[in-house]
């Protein structure tokens, strides 16, 4: 989910929980070099220095002497003009103009550039610049998105929503950045302290730290103890690693609190963000929603996918668990490693034991000799970012061959399969060793819709030897099912040390019934954490809320608004605004939920969710054709969703237009073809217009792509019973038997087919 700005900056501040109140105010780099010329040195040189930077002779590294570029029938020119650079392309109205590049964005290994556009929107163009050498095949200019045809009004086009720099990129490139988002005019003011990602940053606001320097005239007690820094970083004060006998060295003391990764983790993680003000952005999860190890974004055994960054995969890792933390490996003020490739491991990892063919079973000083090579294999993003994976696991062609995830053998050796590089793997001997993500089987069976998947998440969930992202992560899959079992789970975790738990276990309880919830989640809403509070709240507005006691409705309200403040932070963001309305129609707010979800389709007219959540308005008040009506321009601006295809379809079906229904349905499953539900419901309007054959071929298509979908299964024995195929029937309720053991509606269907295999007659 992605979150959203607030026109009235002031109104988090307000809703902030109590705190010492922040007077420092932002100096910039500059200031530190006098007393850390070192660091300074570094940092100066580093790309978080290179991160943004305005477009002169200096920064800008592409090619701008008439460079060519043609993708489909734009061709795009790159040029100089009066000693500014400038790119001529197709606009927001399709139409070929010259736009002036404003800014860089990064150095290597490419670099992008920002165009401003009217409403102070600075926008990142989609072909960027290989700035690698040329012998690496660099040096020249790439599209981003080369798979796709992009179109002015597309999201993704360089001109869309999401390529706004306001929203998507500015955070994490500048220094104590404000995007002043106008949600009443749909403008940006954004600006910044720094333009690039200078030291405070990372340190906070060093004002107060200049006047410790001098002194600590006027600064408190606990100001001088931290420098005149709201925080320090000092997980690493005072710690040694001692060696055991096997080669790997332990901490000497617990790691504490996590302030240096997750101070790291509001850039370089997969998040939403709902606040800005620097005592809340060093407090992670007052500012900052993480993504959990989620489909679609990792694979079931945790490895990066989509571009996830790396605190959720770093999180989930064994060295995380021993207490090593990001500077243990990476110089903070350069960004380089602290020492070169296998040296940075052996700080821990004797390289007596581990850095030597006896161990990586490799020609020393090979390739595949690399620590990194084995345990952190890369995956490219923007085509030709190679990043690593910072789960650290051990290589598993087991489970490339059970549940299809990647491994690092088959990276290097691709004219290999995995069954090549198991039998490798057994043959050194080093297969009796799972790694840290023993959870991947049963996010495997989870993401597969297989039997017993439900107790398989709840057993990582309630297991305290898994990383807290795992466990919120098999929460977050168990969202949705109400099952007793998983209420009590969810229930118990809501006292979880880790606020990624406690968050996943609130959402988890949105499903309970009106009192459960209200006695599971009264306590979370005087959580410290903000993000704990804010999902408390949403889960219990609406029924949820009528249950709690008077002093806990004050608690809630303070906590809603929290909510309601996060979500405007990011207002210029259709989801943000499809949140709120979802918030108002839990709260029985039909005409304000409306309103909302007209404003996200205002920001984004191919935003689906909005366009059917505001056709299902119209349909509860009785007003069918309009909501056909809406979805039917929805599609017609967004013609490659499955979700507005469906539900146009069930409009028409409501209708009684069942020629035209049937066409849509088709176009949904088309569309979305891994969508089970989708073809479920086509197939079942096939069937009853007459068309048995192809609904059971659909069916049976859509069971070769989710085998355990009960829908289908359930569909596709029915109908096959009905052709007196009684056979085939009784596997697929056997399938079914399987998933629901339990179900005595399954268990008859099975007995009834079985008496008909013996007397077929009856």
């Given at each position: 989910?992605?979150?959203?700005?607030?026109?009235?900056?002031?109104?988090?501040?307000?809703?902030?929980?109590?705190?010492?109140?922040?007077?420092?105010?932002?100096?910039?780099?500059?200031?530190?070099?006098?007393?850390?010329?070192?660091?300074?040195?570094?940092?100066?040189?580093?790309?978080?220095?290179?991160?943004?930077?305005?477009?002169?002779?200096?920064?800008?590294?592409?090619?701008?002497?008439?460079?060519?570029?043609?993708?489909?029938?734009?061709?795009?020119?790159?040029?100089?003009?009066?000693?500014?650079?400038?790119?001529?392309?197709?606009?927001?109205?399709?139409?070929?103009?010259?736009?002036?590049?404003?800014?860089?964005?990064?150095?290597?290994?490419?670099?992008?550039?920002?165009?401003?556009?009217?409403?102070?929107?600075?926008?990142?163009?989609?072909?960027?610049?290989?700035?690698?050498?040329?012998?690496?095949?660099?040096?020249?200019?790439?599209?981003?998105?080369?798979?796709?045809?992009?179109?002015?009004?597309?999201?993704?086009?360089?001109?869309?929503?999401?390529?706004?720099?306001?929203?998507?990129?500015?955070?994490?490139?500048?220094?104590?950045?404000?995007?002043?988002?106008?949600?009443?005019?749909?403008?940006?003011?954004?600006?910044?302290?720094?333009?690039?990602?200078?030291?405070?940053?990372?340190?906070?606001?060093?004002?107060?730290?200049?006047?410790?320097?001098?002194?600590?005239?006027?600064?408190?007690?606990?100001?001088?103890?931290?420098?005149?820094?709201?925080?320090?970083?000092?997980?690493?004060?005072?710690?040694?690693?001692?060696?055991?006998?096997?080669?790997?060295?332990?901490?000497?003391?617990?790691?504490?609190?996590?302030?240096?990764?997750?101070?790291?983790?509001?850039?370089?993680?997969?998040?939403?963000?709902?606040?800005?003000?620097?005592?809340?952005?060093?407090?992670?999860?007052?500012?900052?929603?993480?993504?959990?190890?989620?489909?679609?974004?990792?694979?079931?055994?945790?490895?990066?996918?989509?571009?996830?960054?790396?605190?959720?995969?770093?999180?989930?890792?064994?060295?995380?668990?021993?207490?090593?933390?990001?500077?243990?490996?990476?110089?903070?003020?350069?960004?380089?490693?602290?020492?070169?490739?296998?040296?940075?491991?052996?700080?821990?990892?004797?390289?007596?034991?581990?850095?030597?063919?006896?161990?990586?079973?490799?020609?020393?000083?090979?390739?595949?000799?690399?620590?990194?090579?084995?345990?952190?294999?890369?995956?490219?993003?923007?085509?030709?970012?190679?990043?690593?994976?910072?789960?650290?696991?051990?290589?598993?062609?087991?489970?490339?061959?059970?549940?299809?995830?990647?491994?690092?053998?088959?990276?290097?050796?691709?004219?290999?399969?995995?069954?090549?590089?198991?039998?490798?793997?057994?043959?050194?001997?080093?297969?009796?060793?799972?790694?840290?993500?023993?959870?991947?089987?049963?996010?495997?069976?989870?993401?597969?819709?297989?039997?017993?998947?439900?107790?398989?998440?709840?057993?990582?969930?309630?297991?305290?030897?898994?990383?807290?992202?795992?466990?919120?992560?098999?929460?977050?899959?168990?969202?949705?099912?109400?099952?007793?079992?998983?209420?009590?789970?969810?229930?118990?975790?809501?006292?979880?040390?880790?606020?990624?738990?406690?968050?996943?276990?609130?959402?988890?309880?949105?499903?309970?019934?009106?009192a459960a919830k209200a006695r599971a989640l009264a306590p979370l809403l005087r959580d410290p954490t903000r993000l704990v509070r804010m999902q408390a709240a949403r889960s219990l507005a609406g029924a949820g809320e009528a249950n709690l006691a008077?002093?806990?409705?004050?608690?809630?309200?303070?906590?809603?608004?929290?909510?309601?403040?996060?979500?405007?932070?990011?207002?210029?963001?259709?989801?943000?605004?499809?949140?709120?309305?979802?918030?108002?129609?839990?709260?029985?707010?039909?005409?304000?939920?409306?309103?909302?979800?007209?404003?996200?389709?205002?920001?984004?007219?191919?935003?689906?969710?909005?366009?059917?959540?505001?056709?299902?308005?119209?349909?509860?008040?009785?007003?069918?054709?309009?909501?056909?009506?809406?979805?039917?321009?929805?599609?017609?601006?967004?013609?490659?969703?499955?979700?507005?295809?469906?539900?146009?379809?069930?409009?028409?079906?409501?209708?009684?237009?069942?020629?035209?229904?049937?066409?849509?349905?088709?176009?949904?499953?088309?569309?979305?073809?891994?969508?089970?539900?989708?073809?479920?419901?086509?197939?079942?309007?096939?069937?009853?217009?007459?068309?048995?054959?192809?609904?059971?071929?659909?069916?049976?298509?859509?069971?070769?792509?989710?085998?355990?979908?009960?829908?289908?299964?359930?569909?596709?024995?029915?109908?096959?019973?009905?052709?007196?195929?009684?056979?085939?029937?009784?596997?697929?309720?056997?399938?079914?038997?399987?998933?629901?053991?339990?179900?005595?509606?399954?268990?008859?269907?099975?007995?009834?087919?079985r008496a008909k295999l013996v007397r077929p007659e009856q």
């Amino acid at each position: 989910m992605r979150l959203f700005i607030l026109s009235v900056t002031l109104l988090v501040l307000v809703l902030a929980p109590a705190r010492a109140k922040d007077t420092a105010a932002f100096v910039g780099s500059e200031s530190c070099a006098a007393c850390h010329r070192a660091q300074y040195e570094d940092w100066r040189k580093s790309h978080h220095a290179g991160a943004m930077q305005i477009a002169d002779e200096k920064n800008v590294l592409g090619d701008f002497n008439d460079a060519h570029f043609r993708k489909g029938s734009i061709e795009t020119t790159f040029f100089r003009r009066d000693g500014k650079y400038f790119v001529r392309t197709d606009g927001p109205d399709g139409k070929l103009a010259d736009f002036e590049i404003k800014y860089t964005f990064g150095l290597s290994p490419l670099q992008q550039y920002l165009i401003e556009l009217p409403g102070g929107r600075l926008q990142a163009f989609g072909i960027a610049w290989d700035s690698r050498p040329k012998e690496h095949g660099g040096q020249k200019w790439f599209d981003l998105y080369p798979n796709r045809e992009l179109a002015a009004g597309d999201p993704l086009h360089w001109t869309g929503i999401d390529q706004n720099w306001n929203y998507q990129c500015a955070w994490c490139h500048s220094t104590d950045l404000k995007k002043n988002y106008d949600p009443t005019k749909d403008t940006f003011a954004t600006h910044w302290s720094e333009i690039s990602i200078g030291c405070e940053a990372c340190h906070g606001p060093a004002s107060r730290h200049l006047a410790w320097a001098k002194g600590g005239a006027g600064l408190t007690p606990d100001e001088k103890k931290a420098h005149g820094f709201a925080f320090r970083f000092d997980q690493r004060k005072g710690v040694t690693w001692t060696p055991n006998p096997q080669g790997t060295a332990a901490r000497s003391q617990p790691p504490g609190a996590r302030t240096e990764e997750l101070v790291c983790a509001g850039c370089h993680s997969r998040r939403g963000q709902f606040a800005d003000a620097p005592q809340d952005v060093h407090h992670f999860y007052d500012a900052f929603r993480p993504a959990t190890l989620a489909p679609g974004l990792y694979y079931p055994d945790g490895q990066q996918r989509e571009e996830v960054y790396n605190f959720a995969s770093f999180a989930q890792s064994r060295m995380h668990a021993a207490g090593v933390t990001c500077s243990d490996c990476h110089n903070p003020h350069s960004g380089k490693l602290r020492l070169p490739g296998n040296q940075v491991c052996g700080q821990c990892h004797a390289a007596k034991v581990f850095d030597t063919p006896a161990h990586h079973h490799h020609p020393q000083g090979s390739p595949g000799a690399q620590c990194a090579a084995c345990h952190m294999p890369t995956t490219n993003y923007m085509v030709i970012h190679a990043r690593q994976d910072h789960s650290i696991r051990i290589p598993r062609p087991d489970r490339t061959i059970s549940m299809g995830t990647p491994n690092a053998c088959n990276k290097c050796h691709a004219d290999e399969d995995a069954n090549w590089a198991e039998a490798a793997l057994k043959g050194w001997g080093m297969t009796n060793n799972p790694g840290a993500q023993t959870f991947a089987e049963a996010f495997a069976l989870a993401d597969a819709d297989g039997p017993g998947a439900t107790g398989a998440l709840l057993g990582v969930a309630n297991d305290s030897g898994q990383s807290s992202i795992a466990r919120a992560s098999a929460l977050a899959r168990l969202d949705g099912d109400a099952a007793p079992a998983v209420i009590e789970a969810a229930a118990q975790l809501t006292k979880a040390d880790d606020p990624m738990i406690r968050v996943a276990a609130a959402e988890v309880l949105a499903n309970a019934d009106s009192a459960a919830k209200a006695r599971a989640l009264a306590p979370l809403l005087r959580d410290p954490t903000r993000l704990v509070r804010m999902q408390a709240a949403r889960s219990l507005a609406g029924a949820g809320e009528a249950n709690l006691a008077p002093g806990d409705l004050v608690a809630f309200e303070k906590a809603l608004d929290e909510y309601v403040a996060g979500e405007m932070f990011t207002a210029e963001r259709p989801e943000s605004r499809a949140n709120l309305g979802a918030l108002d129609l839990a709260r029985g707010k039909i005409d304000a939920a409306q309103a909302e979800f007209a404003k996200a389709l205002a920001l984004d007219k191919t935003f689906a969710p909005a366009a059917i959540q505001l056709a299902e308005i119209a349909r509860h008040r009785g007003d069918e054709p309009g909501a056909e009506a809406i979805l039917a321009k929805a599609l017609a601006d967004n013609p490659r969703s499955g979700p507005l295809a469906h539900a146009l379809g069930l409009s028409l079906i409501r209708q009684k237009r069942t020629a035209e229904a049937v066409a849509k349905l088709e176009l949904a499953t088309k569309l979305a073809p891994d969508n089970a539900h989708y073809a479920y419901v086509y197939a079942v309007a096939l069937h009853d217009t007459g068309e048995p054959a192809k609904a059971r071929e659909v069916l049976r298509a859509a069971l070769a792509r989710r085998p355990n979908d009960r829908e289908i299964l359930a569909a596709l024995a029915s109908y096959e019973a009905q052709e007196g195929d009684y056979a085939s029937a009784l596997g697929h309720v056997q399938a079914l038997q399987k998933l629901e053991p339990d179900n005595p509606r399954i268990q008859g269907f099975a007995d009834a087919l079985r008496a008909k295999l013996v007397r077929p007659e009856q």
